[in-house]
């Protein structure tokens, strides 16, 4: 790009505080530090003219988790362990609320509803007789009665007849979020910079280098990066991982009326303005979605497509569009609020919950500058 002088100095001139990524992590961090210390500089670099990792790529589903996850998260981590990171989906989506107005954001509390194959018997039976035992959880932990119950599920023929609802989810337009995000962040005298790609980062100096050869002085620096981290910080443990999704021409009596997910999370659908949207199928290949490059595969196209017929036969000849978004997941699914030195802080991870983690983590990462 050709800047000019007065573009560079705009770009290149410390601010009390730089982060990178204009995501809802950067956008949420950067509004906390700014609504509790309104004195403060703040300004966020982004790569892309929209944010480049999932946070306008996701399949806009307000959730903090189903079931079968929550009882193969607890049998992994322990019921503690889960549930804190439950705990923090749940207050994450509470602060997106009460920052972004519902209609601001196309929020719908339509529910979120697990659905199982009918070969799926026995993780059916144990699910639903865990549902007591994970409402106590959830009263306990959240302060929230009866989340989870049995429903009839009389529309999708090629599913068990039997499903589990949560009445506490619902569904957003993930680009709606972040251009209010961005309009509050506009409105706190946040400058928000894209286009800018940041190659690397003199910590000896406080400079970051990006592209066009600028060199950005900083002062206190947060990443916000989530599945593109290990390109400037190998060392922490987060790795990118690549989800495609597909969303299909307006159908004729669409028989969706909520969000939808089936294997632990992995598939996740829902109905937007009579079309069909589905995504997931990463567990059929992890080490080839263990990927931080846009893009599909014929493997998990044909897989999608195949489910997309069991929703809706037909379908898969009435696809709008595919692509694919870039989370960042790792060997833990608690996110990554770390001190690299003591000027530069990151908070990545989110484990493909960010519509529900990032204002949590916005607010940690600001409480952490402010109390520094």
């Excluded at 560079?8 to 001139?13: C, E, R, V």
């Excluded at 700014?34 to 480049?52: A, F, H, M, N, T």
Aim: net charge negative; proline share 3%.
């Amino acid at each position: 790009m050709n800047y000019s002088f007065w573009e560079k100095k705009y770009i290149q001139t410390a601010t009390d505080v730089t982060i990178i990524g204009a995501g809802i992590v950067g956008l949420s961090t950067a509004i906390s530090i700014k609504e509790k210390q309104p004195w403060r500089s703040v300004k966020i670099l982004e790569r892309g003219s929209l944010p480049y990792g999932a946070s306008t790529k996701n399949a806009g589903f307000s959730c903090f988790g189903s079931v079968s996850e929550i009882l193969d998260d607890i049998e992994v981590m322990g019921e503690e362990s889960t549930m804190e990171i439950v705990k923090m989906r749940y207050q994450g989506l509470q602060m997106l609320k009460s920052r972004i107005q519902p209609q601001a954001m196309e929020y719908i509390d339509n529910g979120g509803t697990e659905l199982f194959r009918k070969t799926d018997q026995h993780l059916q039976e144990h699910c639903i007789q865990k549902i007591a035992y994970c409402n106590d959880l959830m009263q306990s932990h959240l302060n929230i009665d009866n989340c989870y119950s049995v429903i009839r599920n009389d529309h999708l023929r090629g599913f068990s007849s039997e499903c589990i609802y949560n009445r506490y989810e619902g569904t957003i337009n993930p680009v709606f979020m972040i251009n209010a995000l961005v309009k509050k962040a506009n409105e706190l005298s946040i400058s928000v910079v894209y286009g800018i790609n940041v190659s690397d980062i003199d910590r000896a100096k406080n400079i970051i280098i990006a592209g066009n050869d600028l060199k950005i002085d900083y002062k206190k620096l947060i990443i916000c990066t989530n599945g593109f981290t290990a390109a400037l910080f190998p060392e922490l443990e987060v790795f990118p991982a690549r989800n495609q999704v597909l969303i299909t021409e307006v159908l004729n009596n669409n028989p969706l009326s909520s969000g939808y997910h089936m294997d632990k999370g992995y598939i996740f659908f829902r109905s937007y303005e009579g079309r069909i949207l589905l995504g997931g199928g990463r567990n059929l290949d992890f080490k080839g979605e263990t990927t931080d490059q846009f893009g599909y595969t014929l493997l998990i196209q044909e897989y999608l497509m195949q489910f997309l017929e069991e929703i809706y036969p037909g379908a898969s000849s009435k696809i709008y569009q595919w692509w694919s978004g870039i989370l960042g997941v790792g060997p833990s699914k608690y996110p990554i609020c770390k001190w690299l030195d003591e000027d530069i802080i990151a908070g990545v991870r989110l484990g493909g919950m960010g519509v529900a983690i990032g204002s949590y983590l916005g607010e940690k990462l600001a409480s952490e500058i402010i109390n520094q």
